[in-house]
């Protein structure tokens, strides 16, 4: 039964009333230093002017970016620990002058890799004509040396450079930096048409297997009745076997050949594909991504990203038929959106079966694109830029879309920049990335994601430093900017209950929850003494994705006549790094009582309401009668659950006999709740069940008049927010809260705010925000203000 809802339906009387004993909240507006303080977004680029393109560290400590230094672009790099930003790629003495982009980092943080017109190899590289080519970089912390640039675009045949690599698409590089795929001209096409060659550097030079050409493309030229590009934007997984491209080839037919468009004379439509570079029957090594049923989409693909496996692949397009969806602004053509292929649907480890389900979904959309009933509503506009973390669970992406959360920032800077959010794919959530409430007046400047390997850490360039920050830029241009994510975790409390003496109880298993935002990746298990880890799925390497858990296995061994209790802790790696810890108890006898099941979870529910509901059995597994003297919760959250019917206390329970104990979920805060059901008997022995549920904030948000005027006072109640709370009032139209309030402590107010005194006439969302994700929204119709006519006197006009 849910309770009423303290919001009145006649709000203008009750705020009357509420004025009238003095009782009102008074609202008051955001300080962003004093409310909100936010110290996990951080400006990395020092005073590099134009910083663009950055690229992360798997543990998200290094960023590499490009930047504009002496009138040339170059490549630098900044420590995150010691703030310190150092350039990588300055002109060696007396070598001629030039650029150097896309610098990409591998996942270890070891090697870059970077297209550049600077010989910095003068053996096998000249300084004359113009000239591109793509280097590598052992960084110092791990044995190269400073400036130290490793040629890797040479020739096969000669080992000089090859001069000739295409800037349009920026190189791809493995995890541990050893395989380099960049762009370069397709031999015997026309200008512009490329093709891309894949260099393993652990391979000497002119040796076979150094360089691979990429499969798919066809042996005769290109045709004239379209123009092409060849296959380009390589993206390779950490291990180099697999690499993601575009390309307007028919690269997965058995013969490819080139591929038609819409229109003769103009470009073909691109696909992405993907190659494994190790398949046994390399006529079938590529793979389409972008289509369905094995059918090309019409409108093509862009932008791949690959997880560090290869198995999932995102990439954008404009094709309306890709996956069935709500989309809109189709005028005629659709906005483009993010997807995401799985190329292991049933997650046996083997890619590129036959799919058990659709392999693609669209991310770009409302709820990470994750339906019950119906199909995915897709983003109203345009979504581009796609990055990935290590598992495909965090897709990052810039966006123009203003349907996808309910509050919406407003637009600045380049064409390509946009709101920039994080698609939870298996938590069925966006998120955005800059989403505290002083924040919201920060323009959607932002482009160029990079994640970390959790995504806890994502690295993106953006002309909003200056807002960001606050801080004036001496820079100009373009910053990089690193913002931070902590992971909520859950660890329910055990319980073995009574076991004998000097044995080893029966195995157990803790689940880790991972709430969002970001993946957690588990590194460190300890246990108190008497308890054991024998196991489990969280472990170092092991990528917990939000809104999924991995699990710890325990054994109980007592070794003297008395109860025990212990911490299990879970933790990532640094010092920043998400943990969790919970109690572990038991005690050595003779065990008489079991709980039956001794873990579930209950329905999900609303904080405040009533939630779902359980039974559980204890059961006598002794050898002589007993009885229930006692049942109590215990556990992380006891006050979030009740006894609500018991079958089990003031009667005799005979060997094997069972009572039957109903356990209801009343949640008093969000995220997994759980709590201990202990039954114990007249001399002590006792069993415990585990009790756990999810819980969400479902605020209510409404005003008194929905009709309003610029610079006007209105009305305003809420209820469901969290408990003497901030709550952040403001429109949805990108600007800044206008005010803000405090929840009492049932999560509820009243009050009566002032309007902002320039407001855009017609339908407007307002919306209030707090904490843990509670957002609710009211519609109010602004009307002009009224304009009043002013007497006119004699002698001014009137005669």
Known sequence: ???????????????????????????????????????????????VSDAAGPSLSADGRWVVFGGLVDQRRSVFRTDRESGITTELSPVPAGVRSGDTLHPRLSADGCVVVALTEIPFDLFRDDDRDARWDAYRLVLPECGGQPNGWELVSASERSGTARDDIFVDSAPAISGSGAVIAYVHPLPGAPDGVGTISVVDVTVPVNEPGRVEGVAGIPVEAPNRAFLYRGARQPALSQNGRHLAFVSDTTASELLPGWADGPVPGEYATSQVYVWDRRAADQRRGVRLLSGRDGQRSLAGGESPAMSDDGRIIVFTSRDR?????????????????????????????????????????????????????????????????????????????????????????????????????????ELGQIRRVLDAPHLTGVPGAHGAPSLSKTGQVIAFDTMAAGPLTGVHRTSTGRSIVTAEATPKLSLAALDFGTVLLNLQSAELYAQVLNAGPAAFEPTELSISSNFAITGGTCARGVIVAA???????????????????????????????PSVSTSVRGAAGDPVLLAEPGGVDVEPGVVGDVGGRVAIDIVNIGFLPSSVARLQLGGNHPNDFAVVTQSCTGRALNPDASCTVEVEFLPQGPGYRSALLIATTPVGEYTAAVIGGLARYAPTFEVDSSVVRPGGSLGIGGAGFPPESLVSIGFDDGSKPFETVTSNEGGSF??????????????????????????ATAMVDVQRPVERSIPRLPGFGLG
Do not use: H, K
């Open 547 to 577: 809104g999924t858990s991995c699990s710890v296995n325990l054994t109980f061994t007592p070794t003297a006549i008395r109860g025990y209790s212990g911490t299990l802790r879970v933790s990532g790696n640094g010092s920043d790094a």
């Open 1 to 47: 039964m849910r309770r009423p809802n303290p919001i009145s339906r006649r709000l203008a009387t009750a705020i009357s009333a509420t004025l009238a004993v003095s009782a009102v909240l008074v609202a008051r507006p955001v300080v962003a230093d004093e409310t909100f303080a936010d110290d996990r977004v951080d400006v990395v680029s020092a005073d």
């Open 321 to 425: 038929a890709l996956v069935t969806a709500e989309l809109s602004g189709c005028l005629p053509d659709c906005p483009s959106q993010v997807y995401r292929f799985d190329r292991d649907t049933d997650g046996n480890g083997i890619f590129d079966e036959p799919p058990r389900r659709s392999p693609l979904a669209i991310v770009s959309a409302v709820d990470a694109g994750v339906v019950a009933v119906g199909v995915p509503r897709a983003g109203d506009r345009s979504s581009w830029a796609p990055a990935v973390n290590a598992d495909g669970s965090q897709i990052a992406f810039v966006t123009d879309a203003i349907n996808l959360l309910p509050s919406r920032r407003g637009g600045g800077g380049a064409a390509e920049d946009g709101d920039l959010l994080v698609a939870e794919f």
């Open 750 to 775: 009243l009050a009566i705010v002032t309007l902002p005194g320039r407001l855009r006439a017609g339908q407007l969302r307002l919306v209030a925000s707090s904490a843990d994700g509670a957002v």
